[in-house]
């Protein structure tokens, strides 16, 4: 049975069951509960997911080419990007930490990209296979976004330590904003993505399961 | 220990899944375990004891962890004659001081300021639950609470902090300080407050306050 077929929907932050106006109106509906502002469906849900999802996948294009941060020294800059961090930690033998490097800052934000595409394409084609599958990608890549932070923290961290004026410094380089971007917005992007709309496309054929 | 919805069983409480829109009832919603959704699978309803003293007991460790964190040197790095000290509010501020506003104001929202209203409105509202009051400002903790979670990310910092000790240790001497050892446990403080955290009774007290006429 389908809350919005009855006529209802949820309070997405209470939970509190809404009854829905009988006309649809643009009108801002509060909670009667917490006050949030109710939707049956997230409006313009694909449109902004679109957007943003586009948005971070040319982000990320300047985050994986430009350094993440510069190592100042007598001897000169060094620059790191994020694969020549990871292949940095592949030569000294620290496999470990390239393998967490690499799966935060590469993995993931692929992952979830790819994720959102997929998602966005079969609602927008109305494919009404494996919805529980999909439904379960989707809390993968709110489960997964923050986890790219770590490269960003790194650089962070990295900066404060490594701080002794004109002789040794550490500075953040241009890809290091570029990949922050890339992380904030494909976590606004996985929330501005309604899994509703998963379920409400009607299997095309018939199981005998009238709802 | 999974509870099975009864289908359809009139009358009794009604819930809707805020993830697949599935409307089902809830046979006994006092009842304690765990109430998924028949539909996608998703957790409606969950019911433990012991919810106000557990987030009281958190939240005032966590507040007393977080302070101890960033007042205390963090690491300390020792290269060629050199030592730096460091805590949180020194990496924001020497972002700040090369000009990259974006990435200090992201650090110190995600690691230290998100964190800690996160642990005050949780204090602010289970202090007066565990003493039998329900504070007016209630539902607007509640709220809070639901928008800040994805932003808090001192977990994820953790795993910063291994991988740039890793990477120091090549270059120079990593001593880990006091607040090191308190930031590890207050990780694990704020992941058990993430457990336990369950807003749906709190809820069910506003509405039954409500219904009693007392504002709130």
Redesign the interface.
Known sequence: ????E?G??????????VKLPKEKSGKYLPCP????EVHARKPNSIQYTWALVIASIIFYIPANLLPMMHVVTFAGTQSDTIISGVLY?LE?G?YL?AA??FI?SIVVPITKLLILIYLLISVQRKDSKS??MK?KLY?LT?LI???S????????????????GA??EI??GEG??YF??VV?IT?IAA?QFD??L???IKEKEDHGTQR | MMKKLKE?ERGEH???????????YISDPEKSGRFECP????L?LRHRTGLVEKMYALSLAALILLLVTNYFPF?S?H??G?T?H?NFF???I??FE?Q?F??AI??LM??IIVPLIRIVLILALFAPLYYGHLPRYA?FV??AL??SL?WG?ID??L??????M???V??GTVIPGISLWSFMALVFVIAAMQVVYN??PI?ER??EARRRGVAV
């Open positions: 049975m389908r809350a919005l009855q209802y929907t949820a309070c997405s932050v209470c939970h509190q069951l509960r917490c006050g949030e930690f000294t620290s930490i967490v490097i935060a919805k529980l439904q809390a709110e976004g923050k986890w932070m770590v490269d960003v923290y790194v650089v962070a961290l990295m900066i404060a330590l490594v701080h002794f002789m040794t500075k953040a290091a904003n922050l971007l904030i976590m929330m899994p509703r998963i379920w409400d | 359809l009604l819930v809707c899944c805020h993830e697949c829109d599935e409307l089902s539909n996608c699978g998703h409606l690491l790095f290269v060629a050199n730096s460091t020194t990496s924001a020497y972002l090369d990259q974006l990435l992201a650090v995600t690691t539902p509640l709220r639901y928008h994805p990310m994820v910092l795993v910063g902090v291994f991988v740039s890793v990477k120091l090549k270059m807003p749906h809820w506003i509405d």
